[in-house]
């Protein structure tokens, strides 16, 4: 998968994602998209082999650490989670009638799809990912700090911990979060 520059070459390896929102838009403020998110997740863990060894869902971004079970291909993976998280949350907003900034996230989205020729209607995602492989245990120990305590340093919560849309629960405490983790 090439990503204006950055490719997935061991697409078993584990690799440190983000995945930004279009203009930054803070999408995952409210609960019903990020709980899209957080059920296609699930949805690649048993039926598309991936792995998730930690991850975040912060206003506007999405930060993981994964892997691809063989036969799998992480980068097909990733596309396919981008791809259909994009239309669901579109339809979620199109559809939620109380959302106050509806036709203005709309229009964000659909203005990012047009300048975009590998849309047609919308754009939800960015394009780029970043990935990052994380052949070394220094820098895994740091890409996992960093998702972890990314809703500490946005000043959400105290603790990471304290965070439901991350696994730093799982880490840190003798608590199961809201995703299966395959820990490292």
Request: aromatic fraction near 14%; charged fraction near 25%.
């Amino acid at each position: 998968m090439s990503d204006r520059g950055f490719i997935i070459r061991n697409q078993n390896n584990i690799h440190f994602i983000t995945f930004a929102v279009v203009q930054w838009v803070d999408v995952f403020t409210r609960r019903e998209y990020a709980d899209i998110v957080v059920e296609s997740l699930k949805f690649c863990q048993i039926k598309k082999g991936l792995k998730i060894h930690a991850w975040v869902i912060m206003s506007n971004h999405i930060h993981l650490l994964v892997s691809a079970e063989k036969p799998y291909l992480l980068s097909d993976i990733l596309r396919d989670f981008k791809k259909f998280t994009s239309v669901q949350i579109i339809e979620a907003l199109k559809n939620n009638t109380r959302e106050s900034r509806r036709n203005w996230m709309l229009w964000i989205f659909r203005k990012a799809g047009q300048e975009n020729n590998r849309n047609t209607n919308y754009q939800f995602w960015q394009q780029s990912n970043h990935p990052v492989e994380c052949d070394t245990n220094q820098v895994l120990d740091t890409r996992l700090l960093y998702i972890h305590e990314n809703p500490v340093r946005a000043a959400l919560v105290r603790n990471a911990y304290e965070y439901i849309y991350s696994s730093a629960i799982d880490y840190y405490m003798d608590e199961k979060g809201l995703l299966d983790i395959a820990f490292v």
